[in-house]
């Protein structure tokens, strides 16, 4: 049960994150300091998630971090970009419609003022490439590889595309929550999904999975376009037939014909000469993260 019970806690660790920083979203007249709050709360996130990855896990942080083959991150940017590429197209078979906006633009925050319109973008994008790394960390570098120690792969990406999931809901208004429930939730299950299916066939390589997930939120936070939808519910059609055919086709890619090996064998020994040195730098802090939080 402690391979379940403790991703649940973490859970409970992020939203206490997540409360406490609630009420400061009204203090912000500027949306650049709240970008750097928002940072900032998710690397608490991050070292929380290195500290379970150490003490309950038992994982090797230089093992988790280990680059174990450039083609498999490559294939994640190039099923980013398609992924992109199938949900636009999509919209457009059901008769939607796209509206260029201007660029850049600060989506979901436009009712804050900006110091510099293209300072606030990159702290925008900084924000979006450091939350999906955490949130790869914490949900498939910790939770999938936890649960499926113990229970499986198939319920390993249940659990952790279902608390990947609940984690987003951090503003603790009934009107936003249930907005998020009727629009959102659906989207962010079926990505953890693909996402965790992702880590499954890449033989547990997290920059896999931050790979994709990076690519998609800066997709996301940069590309202006506004979506207009032909008909109720028709963003859950897309979403649900869009990552049915990322499925499929990852399904056919050979992952696995790409990594070394011993990973092939399931070897978790290799020598950490192996990590090119700036991975090496990267792996003594999250080392040190983790043993500040002892």
């Known amino acids: 049960m402690r391979a379940v019970l403790c991703p649940f806690l973490l859970l409970v660790f992020i939203y206490l994150v997540w409360f406490m920083r609630n009420p400061t979203w009204s203090l912000f007249e500027f949306v650049e300091p709240l970008f750097l709050m928002l940072i900032l709360s998710y690397l608490v996130v991050l070292v929380l998630s290195l500290f379970f990855l150490k003490k309950d896990a038992g994982s090797s942080l230089s093992e988790v971090f280990r680059v174990r083959s450039y083609g498999v991150i490559s294939i994640a940017v190039i099923f980013a970009a398609v992924f992109q590429a ?32 293209p300072l606030a973008f ?28 113990r229970y499986g792969q198939v319920t390993a990406v249940f659990i952790a595309s279902l608390l990947f999931s609940l984690q987003h809901i951090h503003i603790f208004r009934l009107s936003w929550i249930v907005e998020f429930l009727e629009t959102q939730f659906l989207y962010v299950v079926c990505f953890g999904v693909f996402v965790g299916y992702l880590f499954f066939k890449s033989k547990e390589a997290i920059w896999s999975v931050f790979a994709f997930h990076a690519v998609v939120n800066v997709f996301n936070v940069s590309l202006p376009i506004k979506v207009t939808y032909s008909f109720p519910f028709a963003t859950h059609v897309v979403t649900i037939a869009s990552f049915a055919l990322m499925m ?47």
């Open 86 to 117: 199938v949900w636009f197209t999509m919209i457009l078979t059901m008769g939607g419609s796209m509206d260029f906006l201007a660029f850049p633009s600060l989506r979901g925050y436009e009712g804050y003022a900006v110091y510099s319109l």
């Open 122 to 149: 990159v702290l925008y994008v900084v924000f979006a490439v450091f939350g999906a790394f955490v949130e790869e960390v914490a949900f498939r570098g910790y939770v999938q590889s936890r649960v499926a120690s």
């Open 248 to 294: 499929l086709l990852l399904r056919l890619v050979a992952i696995e014909e790409l990594m070394p090996a011993a990973n092939k064998l399931g070897s978790h020994n290799l020598s950490d000469r192996a990590l090119p040195l700036r991975f090496s730098r990267f792996v003594v802090v999250c080392e040190a993260a983790s043993v500040l939080t002892e």
